[in-house]
């Protein structure tokens, strides 16, 4: 008993950073869901399933309490913004919803446009409430908050009582401490699995070993590590997990695995591991195929999909793998040992299939982002060229996993399917990105790509915190712009395909004859005044530079001069459409058609 209070303490006192994926309820879900996550430890838990045909979300809640319970999405993960479901069990058994607003950290008002947030059924049992509701995502009401595709961030609370109509002052009653969030991407959430579904299969660990983290800003740690040589046979991971010190969650920032190209050699008997930048030049055939990741925030556990494995050892080409830990110590602290590292699962026998990984967006380098101070909306686009694909399969690949990944002002990250130059879907669309919450992103439905498909990416910025230019870089305050896929069957020489700035674009930009360095863009870059003219300029700047486009593996990229960036039939906007049947385009057209009409009458 003492035990398991201790273990539910920590888990909830971690909940932000570890999902302990416990369901602890002791009601079962009215039906079968999707998804579903602890949301606090013997207090809260939550199921639920997208249906995108619908644009429909469907909600189960269940909270040990017999008052009323609120489920909420928020703009910031607050109560401003928030669209919340205030629900109870009355006392005839009926379930009483109301949808609410919070205009800020108050009591939140009932939403008196529409009622969004729909009630199916609920009961009460064992000091437990349980309510199945539903909510179209978009619900097109401006006392509501669209679930975005990406990270939502959820809140809950509940009251000990349910509120008593039939006195005038009824309401809610104030949830006190017992309230909570989560962030989480409800649209496409790889659920991961409990780890004992992998109890009984073959590991090996790549980790740090007490690894004294400096006490700078950000640490780049580069460490090599051979395919165990015990792997005599191929085999097949089938999931991995991060191995993170729990006394160091607020240092270890992500972590990417790097498949080394097969012609890379190592002197075996010392291998690289110290600062990447000590290594920058042995390093470089391990520095652009990036294999798995993980960043704050994300789940530990990473289940691959059943019909596919990633394959390591035996006569797998790849013998060297480059594990690469971003430490962020902005307090600068001393003495902090870490031995963080990555697990893998292997399974007894092979796969049909083996998985292999394709990172899309820009290069994370100041010639491939210099993004103003003080802009709410800095849009970088990318793209890959039909000519990059040409070598697909003829059958086509199957993409099951997106993982975006941009720094501190990332805010959207997408990727689109052009197709003959028509966008045919979202690749991924992360279009709320949170920095500190990144996922592994599980596809809603698997996705082929075929030889001749290009891919739009687009990362926008937000800077308005910012005082001066953000670079493209690898420390947390630089900038990346990237969106990792997960698919298969793999291709061994395609891991990667982006843009980087022309250097005829930087020279005409400069006016100056010869290609400039880094560093002298950003001393010419750093001189100018920002002014509001100037930024719209950077803006434009971007939308039409050259690009280079590269694409390939790690010593044998293909480079291509992109003139401009293709311009494709994009997808049709999302509209609104409320319960009513018109669409917001429709009435701002109506208003437009009065307004015009005042006019006309006035003059
Ligand atoms: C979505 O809803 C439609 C209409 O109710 C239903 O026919 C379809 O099976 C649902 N899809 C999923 C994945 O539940
Ligand atoms: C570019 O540089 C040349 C020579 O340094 C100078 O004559 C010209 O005026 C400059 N053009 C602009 C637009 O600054
Ligand atoms: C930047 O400004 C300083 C002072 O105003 C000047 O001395 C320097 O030459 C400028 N640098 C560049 C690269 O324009
Ligand atoms: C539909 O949307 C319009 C515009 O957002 C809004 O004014 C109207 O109240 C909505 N009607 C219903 C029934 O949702
Ligand atoms: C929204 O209204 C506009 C104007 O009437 C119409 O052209 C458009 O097709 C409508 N969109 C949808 C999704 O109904």
Not at 186 to 204: C, G, I, Q, V, W
Not at 517 to 536: C, D, V
Request: hydrophobic share 35%; glycine share 6%; with cysteine.
């Amino acid at each position: 008993m003492m035990w398991a209070y201790s273990v539910a303490q920590i888990c909830a006192s971690l909940l932000l950073i570890y999902q302990c994926n416990a369901i602890t309820s002791p009601i079962p879900p009215f039906v079968e869901y999707v998804h579903s996550t602890e949301l606090q430890t013997n207090v809260a838990d939550l199921w639920w399933s997208v249906n995108d045909t619908q644009q429909e979300i469907t909600f189960e809640l269940h909270i040990r309490s017999l008052g009323w319970i609120a489920l909420g999405i928020s703009p910031a993960g607050g109560m401003k913004g928030a669209d919340i479901a205030i629900m109870w069990v009355d006392s005839q058994g009926k379930v009483v919803l109301q949808d609410r607003y919070a205009s800020g950290e108050s009591k939140p008002v009932i939403d008196d446009t529409t009622q969004d947030w729909f009630a199916l059924q609920g009961r009460e049992q064992n000091g437990w409430t349980a309510i199945q509701f539903k909510r179209l995502l978009d619900t097109c009401d401006p006392m509501d908050y669209t679930i975005k595709s990406g990270t939502n961030n959820l809140i809950f609370a509940y009251g000990l009582v349910d509120p008593d109509s039939t006195q005038s002052n009824g309401d809610i009653t104030y949830h006190d401490t017992r309230r909570g969030s989560r962030r989480i991407p409800l649209r496409s959430y790889n659920d991961p699995p409990s780890e004992d579904k992998f109890a009984n299969l073959e590991t090996f660990e790549w980790r740090l070993d007490n690894y004294l983290v400096p006490s700078t800003d950000t640490t780049y740690h580069c460490k090599i590590h051979k395919a165990p040589s015990h792997l005599t046979t191929r085999r097949h991971s089938i999931a991995n997990k991060m191995i993170i010190d729990p006394a160091n969650v607020d240092l270890v920032h992500h972590l990417l695995l790097y498949e080394c190209d097969p012609a890379a050699v190592f002197d075996e008997k010392n291998l690289p591991d110290g600062l990447c930048d000590d290594f920058a030049e042995k390093l470089e055939l391990c520095s652009s195929n990036i294999a798995t990741g993980w960043a704050i925030g994300g789940d530990f556990l990473l289940e691959f999909p059943q019909e596919a494995g990633y394959p390591i050892g035996g006569d797998f080409p790849v013998k060297y793998y480059l594990l690469q830990m971003h430490y962020d110590n902005p307090r600068l602290q001393s003495g902090r040992r870490d031995s963080s590292g990555i697990r893998f699962y292997l399974s007894n026998e092979l796969r049909q299939q083996e998985l292999g990984f394709l990172t899309l967006g820009t290069s994370s380098s100041v010639k491939a982002l210099a993004i103003p101070p003080k802009v709410n909306n800095f849009i970088v686009d990318s793209y890959c060229l039909p000519e990059a694909t040409q070598n697909f399969p003829k059958d086509g690949i199957t993409v099951t996993a997106a993982f975006p990944h941009t720094h501190l002002q990332g805010k959207t990250v997408w990727s689109k399917l052009i197709r003959n130059g028509v966008a045919v879907q979202y690749l991924f669309n992360a279009d709320a990105f949170d920095f500190n919450y990144q996922f592994n992103h599980r596809l809603p439905e698997p996705i082929k790509l075929y030889p001749g498909d290009a891919f739009a990416t687009r990362c926008v910025y937000n800077t308005m915190n910012k005082e001066s230019i953000t670079w493209g870089g690898e420390k947390t305050k630089n900038e990346m712009c990237l969106n990792m896929f997960t698919y298969y069957p793999r291709m061994n020489d395609m891991y990667m395909c982006a843009t980087v700035n022309h250097p005829s674009a930087w020279k005409k930009q400069m006016n100056v004859s010869e290609t400039p360095s880094s560093a002298a863009i950003q001393r010419w870059l750093q001189n100018i005044t920002w002014t509001p003219e100037l930024k719209e300029q950077w803006q434009q700047f971007y939308n039409s530079a050259p690009r280079r486009g590269f694409y390939g593996r790690s010593g044998q990229f293909h480079s291509k001069e992109i003139k401009v960036l293709p311009s494709y039939k994009d997808l049709p906007s999302e509209t609104c459409q409320n319960s009513t049947g018109t669409n917001q385009t429709f009435n701002l057209f109506l208003m437009l058609a009065l307004f015009c009409q005042l006019l006309i009458v006035n003059s």
